[in-house]
Nanobody
Framework: QVQLVESGGGSVQAGGSLRLSCVAS????????MGWFRQYLGKEREGVAA????????SYADSVKGRFTISQDNAKNTLYLQMNSLKPEDTAMYYC?????????????????WGQGTQVTVSS
């Protein structure tokens, strides 16, 4: 079992920045990939960014490339998402997730463990 707790969401104006954090606990060693996903009311969940062990390149949704950066601090069991140049369309609930499948990337269906989410609201 892996427990995930997100933080760092909030309200910001367009062009601003936020950094999301996700602290993992439990059997963290079983996680091959860690990812950030988002979902806005009435829309499907979208993969935002993912980082995987085993030599896989980090994955980003086209909509966030060049603006968002995923990283992790293994010593702290913490996953981060640095979000810069935020746009109103980035408004969503952001979820941290962990997968036991190598190379899961942005495939949400391959992630078994999910956090409760943190809300990000970007105003124009």
């Amino acid at each position: 079992q892996v427990q995930l707790v997100e933080s760092g969401g909030g309200s910001v104006q367009a062009g601003g920045s936020l950094r999301l954090s996700c602290v993992a606990s439990g059997d963290t060693y079983i996680s091959y990939c860690m990812g950030w996903f988002r979902q806005y009311l009435g829309k499907e969940r979208e993969g935002v960014a993912a980082i995987c062990r085993g030599g896989y390149a980090d994955s980003y949704a086209d909509s966030v490339k060049g603006r968002f950066t995923i990283s992790q601090d293994n010593a702290k069991n913490t996953l981060y998402l640095q979000m810069n140049s935020l746009k109103p369309e980035d408004t969503a609930m952001y979820y941290c997730a962990a997968s036991q499948i190598a190379g899961a990337g942005l495939m949400g269906g391959w992630y078994k463990y999910w956090g409760q989410g943190t809300q990000v609201t970007v105003s124009s």
